[in-house]
């Protein structure tokens, strides 16, 4: 298993690091795995989407743009995350049901939690570079994720 601290000793030159504004979600403290790449605003329809997709090796990375008015992930989102293989999902937003999430093996890191769904409309975009903690998240690119942080980059250190 890997460390983001010992990857930053080794690899700095090839990583970039996420600001640390994620709070942690989950049993799996760990995760690393291609990224996959949403932009959306309080519509959470591709995230569902792309959880519905086969996940192995992969990361789902929800730019939400920041929002804190509504969750993007809940229990059932997670329970089919899990289900179709995604090694972790970073959500630039909210999830809902904390409690049972956290009892499940799933590693999250999203901004905060709220109680209230979001919309449904299908709004959003799929695969394209998305921006927030400072870094720049690409599709296929790779990510590494501890208690201590998330780094980026363009190849696989693990």
């Not at 799929?126 to 208690?147: M, P, R």
């Amino acid at each position: 298993m890997f460390t983001t601290a010992d990857l930053w000793d080794e690899y700095h030159l090839q990583l970039t690091c996420v600001d640390p504004i994620f709070r942690p979600f989950g049993n799996k403290k760990a995760f690393t795995g291609k990224i996959s790449t949403l932009k959306l605003f309080e519509d959470n329809s591709l995230v569902r989407k792309q959880l519905e997709s086969d996940g192995k090796g992969k990361v789902l990375v929800v730019d939400g743009g920041g929002s804190l008015r509504c969750a993007l992930v809940g229990d059932r989102l997670a329970t089919l995350a899990i289900q179709n293989n995604w090694n972790g999902i970073i959500i630039n937003g909210c999830l809902r049901d904390s409690q049972p999430i956290n009892t499940m093996n799933i590693g999250i890191r999203a901004l905060n939690t709220s109680p209230v769904k979001s919309i449904k409309r299908n709004n959003g975009e799929i695969g394209v570079a998305v921006e927030f903690g400072g870094v720049t998240f690409i599709q296929d690119e790779y990510i590494y994720v501890d208690h201590d942080g998330i780094l980026i980059s363009k190849q696989n250190l693990v």
